[in-house]
């Protein structure tokens, strides 16, 4: 018996002994505060009484003690049966005749303002009960209203205390627990024992179809219901937990099969049937993006009223499982992001890292072995350098002191990568910083062996060699017709001419003679300078600004035209870049030499921002690019090396005025872009 048990069934004989009285009961007011059931008794022996005054329940404003709540005032009758101040219950009044009651006092249980039952005593004798019995049984009714209350907010607030900590234990086990199968079994069994209800089940929603499968069962159930009750299927919309999933929201009813608010179907009454499902109250699962992913239910054998503050914890208990749920797909989602990047990481050619804030390698790709000979296990715990060679140790150092000076930008360097046999390969490593929480916390990147990149951009060198050099013949072969064949041919025909004159007309031979050897030495200057432009004179070792000294120097010796050099960069390039240049700065300056009729010519050099400018000016007549045809004057050989190297050719020029040709070439962080350019633009064309 419990300790509420033993009070009442104390409270009840003491009231019948105090006031000499065949027999007493007590009646409390149910949860919903509607209506009086029976407590306890003392003195009814009568069986027939017996087992109706069990199952009594009265609604207030009934019978003596549903008066004397109704009115809060201690109610006394001299005979029960005749009495016609109070409303009379058929089933009371079977009671009191079977048990022989005749005088009846019922003083209303009041405690801090609430009433909370009725506690009364009874006689065979009419009119059994004197003034001094009825204040006795007043001050009888407050102290067990006291007691009753006391026990009752113990009770409520060791609730609360097994309410809070429950929760907290199941909180606590979603954080640290990835099983939502025992988490979520620990909500149906915490709802079922929080609630005191006879069953609780937990549904989940079908991904596929609009229908809930039970899923978790609470306790207690045998095996043969539990296995049944796995197999059925709650349609979204039908029954309490189809109702539940489709609006959201938690729903509840007294009395299952009799709730016209509830679209039953006959597999659902024969499911609440087999269950014995009266009184349920259903809460969603609500995920925390708005998903509704299932139910948890609460159910009574009896019919039930379930009041607000527990549809509230049934709905905290739902929220939980909700929460577990969610995790658990997100530690699935987690996990199969980490297999897929562990399997890109181990099947990468390039090498994947980490150090902490001191350098001290935390993570090594299997990539390592592969690259280097080394196993992981051999360099994990030791300081980056370990994996620079001697000479770009230095380097390795610099790019991570920048890191941690400026954590928010990528370093890529160039190292000497040491191998486990011995020797060294070329690496690039790209990297970037770990910031927790604003601090600088180490770093993570990659490592890529640069022989096989070095290997192709050795073949492709070669390969543009080969093409330029074809060009090259192909522009020889141009020029040797435009220019050196020419004057043969003239000199030729001037041959011709002095045989026919050497009879007829000596005098004229000596003219003939001199033009044959100017002739003579216009071929040989021509040939000089192709021979020239065959290989630039110092472009490899020098560099380009020299080169262009070189050519400048030369073309004003051959010819006396004046050619100033202004260069403000000595920044070096791949050589097929620097080579573009110079040949282009030597087309624009032949065609000043054989057009333009200048006086002064300049070659200016400079980076300007992220660019590289090429510019050669002239004096000359310059020309109208209406009357000049497309493609004369080396102007495709121009535009094809501007566009090989990613550059953006520019020529302009007016009438009168000069002309100057341009070369822009964009570069990023010292370095070309290497990215093809857009089309050429040639405002004006000379040769």
């Given at each position: 018996?419990?300790?509420?048990a033993?009070?009442?069934k104390?409270?009840?004989?003491?009231?019948?002994?105090?006031?000499?009285a065949?027999?007493?009961?007590?009646y409390?007011?149910?949860?919903?505060?509607?209506r009086?059931?029976?407590?306890?008794?003392?003195?009814?022996?009568?069986?027939?009484?017996?087992?109706?005054?069990?199952?009594?329940?009265?609604?207030?404003?009934?019978?003596?003690?549903?008066?004397?709540?109704?009115?809060?005032?201690?109610?006394?009758t001299?005979?029960?049966?005749?009495?016609k101040?109070?409303?009379?219950?058929?089933?009371?009044?079977?009671?009191?005749?079977?048990?022989?009651?005749?005088?009846?006092?019922?003083?209303?249980?009041?405690?801090?303002?609430?009433?909370i039952?009725?506690?009364?005593?009874?006689?065979?004798?009419?009119?059994?009960?004197?003034?001094?019995?009825?204040?006795?049984?007043?001050?009888?009714?407050?102290?067990?209203?006291?007691?009753?209350?006391?026990?009752?907010?113990?009770?409520?607030?060791?609730?609360r205390?097994?309410?809070?900590?429950?929760?907290?234990?199941?909180?606590?086990?979603?954080?640290?627990?990835?099983?939502?199968e025992?988490?979520?079994?620990?909500?149906?069994?915490?709802?079922?024992r929080?609630l005191?209800?006879?069953?609780?089940?937990?549904?989940?929603?079908?991904?596929?179809?609009?229908?809930?499968?039970?899923?978790?069962?609470?306790?207690?159930?045998?095996?043969?219901t539990?296995?049944?009750?796995?197999?059925?299927?709650?349609?979204?919309?039908?029954?309490?937990?189809?109702?539940?999933?489709?609006?959201?929201?938690?729903?509840?009813?007294?009395?299952y099969?009799?709730?016209?608010?509830?679209?039953?179907?006959?597999?659902?009454?024969?499911?609440?049937r087999?269950?014995?499902l009266?009184?349920?109250?259903?809460?969603?699962?609500?995920?925390?993006?708005?998903?509704?992913?299932?139910?948890?239910?609460?159910?009574?054998?009896?019919?039930?009223?379930?009041?607000?503050?527990?549809?509230?914890?049934?709905?905290?208990?739902?929220?939980?499982?909700?929460?577990?749920?969610?995790?658990?797909?997100?530690?699935?989602?987690?996990?199969?992001?980490?297999?897929?990047?562990?399997?890109?990481?181990?099947?990468?050619?390039?090498?994947?890292?980490?150090?902490?804030?001191?350098?001290?390698?935390?993570?090594?790709?299997?990539?390592?072995?592969?690259?280097?000979?080394?196993?992981?296990?051999?360099?994990?715990?030791k300081?980056?350098?370990?994996?620079?060679?001697?000479?770009?140790?230095?380097?390795?150092?610099?790019?991570?002191?920048?890191?941690?000076?400026?954590?928010?930008?990528?370093?890529?360097?160039?190292?000497?990568?040491?191998?486990?046999?011995?020797?060294?390969?070329?690496?690039?490593?790209?990297?970037?910083?770990?910031?927790?929480?604003?601090?600088?916390?180490?770093?993570?990147?990659?490592?890529?062996d640069?022989?096989?990149?070095?290997?192709?951009?050795?073949?492709?060198?070669?390969?543009?060699?080969?093409?330029?050099?074809?060009?090259?013949?192909?522009?020889?072969?141009?020029?040797?017709?435009d220019?050196v064949?020419?004057?043969?041919?003239?000199?030729?025909?001037?041959?011709?001419?002095?045989?026919?004159?050497?009879?007829?007309?000596?005098?004229?031979?000596?003219?003939?003679?001199?033009?044959?050897?100017?002739?003579?030495?216009?071929?040989?200057?021509?040939?000089?300078?192709l021979?020239?432009?065959?290989?630039?004179?110092?472009?490899?070792?020098?560099?380009?600004?020299?080169?262009?000294?070189?050519?400048?120097?030369?073309?004003?010796?051959?010819?006396?035209?004046?050619?100033?050099?202004?260069?403000?960069?000595?920044?070096r390039?791949?050589?097929?870049?620097?080579?573009?240049?110079?040949?282009?700065?030597?087309?624009?300056?032949h065609?000043?030499?054989?057009h333009?009729?200048?006086?002064q010519?300049?070659?200016?050099?400079?980076?300007?921002?992220?660019?590289?400018?090429?510019?050669?000016?002239?004096?000359?007549?310059?020309?109208?690019?209406?009357?000049?045809?497309?493609?004369?004057?080396?102007?495709?050989?121009?535009?094809?090396?501007?566009?090989?190297?990613?550059?953006?050719?520019?020529?302009?020029s007016?009438?009168?005025?000069g002309?100057?040709?341009?070369?822009?070439?964009?570069?990023?962080?010292?370095?070309?872009?290497?990215?093809?350019?857009?089309?050429?633009?040639?405002p004006?064309?000379?040769?």
């Amino acid at each position: 018996m419990t300790a509420d048990a033993e009070l009442l069934k104390g409270a009840v004989k003491e009231v019948a002994r105090l006031l000499q009285a065949d027999g007493a009961m007590i009646y409390l007011v149910d949860e919903a505060g509607e209506r009086l059931r029976f407590a306890h008794d003392a003195g009814i022996i009568d069986r027939h009484a017996r087992r109706l005054i069990r199952d009594l329940s009265l609604p207030m404003g009934v019978g003596m003690f549903g008066t004397a709540v109704a009115d809060r005032v201690l109610t006394v009758t001299d005979d029960y049966r005749t009495d016609k101040r109070f409303e009379h219950s058929p089933v009371a009044d079977e009671i009191v005749n079977a048990a022989g009651m005749r005088s009846m006092a019922v003083t209303p249980l009041i405690a801090n303002e609430r009433v909370i039952g009725a506690m009364g005593a009874y006689s065979s004798r009419p009119a059994a009960f004197s003034e001094a019995q009825i204040r006795l049984l007043r001050a009888l009714g407050d102290h067990a209203a006291t007691a009753i209350a006391n026990r009752q907010q113990a009770a409520e607030l060791a609730h609360r205390i097994e309410t809070q900590q429950t929760l907290q234990k199941i909180a606590a086990r979603v954080t640290a627990s990835r099983d939502p199968e025992q988490i979520l079994q620990q909500v149906v069994d915490g709802a079922k024992r929080l609630l005191s209800s006879d069953g609780a089940h937990l549904t989940l929603r079908d991904p596929e179809q609009p229908i809930l499968r039970p899923y978790v069962i609470a306790g207690g159930v045998d095996a043969a219901t539990r296995e049944w009750l796995a197999e059925q299927e709650f349609p979204i919309g039908g029954g309490m937990n189809g109702l539940a999933a489709e609006h959201g929201e938690a729903v509840w009813t007294a009395d299952y099969l009799v709730d016209p608010r509830i679209p039953h179907t006959e597999d659902d009454q024969e499911v609440a049937r087999r269950m014995g499902l009266r009184g349920m109250a259903v809460a969603p699962l609500r995920a925390p993006e708005g998903e509704i992913l299932g139910t948890l239910a609460i159910s009574f054998d009896e019919p039930h009223d379930t009041p607000s503050e527990e549809i509230a914890l049934l709905q905290g208990l739902a929220d939980i499982g909700a929460i577990a749920i969610s995790n658990a797909r997100l530690y699935e989602q987690l996990h199969g992001s980490e297999r897929r990047y562990r399997h890109l990481v181990d099947n990468s050619p390039d090498l994947v890292w980490s150090v902490d804030a001191d350098g001290t390698f935390t993570y090594l790709g299997d990539a390592l072995e592969r690259m280097t000979g080394f196993r992981p296990d051999e360099i994990m715990g030791k300081n980056f350098q370990i994996l620079s060679s001697p000479q770009t140790a230095a380097v390795a150092l610099q790019a991570w002191r920048a890191m941690q000076e400026r954590p928010d930008e990528e370093q890529q360097v160039r190292l000497d990568l040491p191998l486990a046999g011995g020797g060294s390969i070329p690496a690039e490593i790209s990297m970037v910083a770990t910031v927790i929480n604003g601090e600088f916390a180490g770093a993570h990147g990659s490592v890529r062996d640069l022989r096989e990149r070095e290997r192709l951009e050795q073949d492709l060198r070669r390969q543009a060699a080969a093409i330029a050099a074809n060009e090259e013949r192909a522009n020889l072969a141009r020029e040797l017709h435009d220019s050196v064949t020419q004057a043969l041919f003239s000199m030729g025909l001037t041959m011709r001419a002095l045989e026919l004159l050497l009879d007829r007309d000596p005098d004229a031979v000596r003219d003939k003679l001199h033009e044959l050897q100017d002739l003579q030495k216009d071929a040989l200057a021509e040939m000089r300078t192709l021979i020239f432009e065959l290989r630039p004179q110092g472009l490899e070792t020098d560099g380009l600004a020299q080169a262009l000294r070189n050519h400048a120097a030369a073309v004003q010796g051959r010819t006396g035209l004046g050619v100033a050099v202004e260069v403000e960069t000595d920044e070096r390039l791949p050589l097929d870049m620097e080579e573009a240049f110079y040949r282009i700065a030597q087309e624009a300056l032949h065609n000043v030499v054989k057009h333009a009729n200048a006086s002064q010519a300049r070659i200016t050099l400079r980076r300007v921002g992220r660019e590289l400018r090429l510019a050669v000016e002239d004096d000359g007549v310059g020309f109208d690019p209406d009357v000049v045809p497309r493609g004369h004057l080396g102007l495709i050989g121009m535009q094809q090396r501007a566009e090989r190297i990613g550059g953006e050719l520019e020529i302009g020029s007016r009438a009168g005025r000069g002309t100057r040709v341009r070369l822009t070439l964009a570069l990023r962080g010292g370095r070309t872009t290497g990215e093809p350019a857009p089309a050429v633009a040639v405002p004006a064309t000379a040769e």
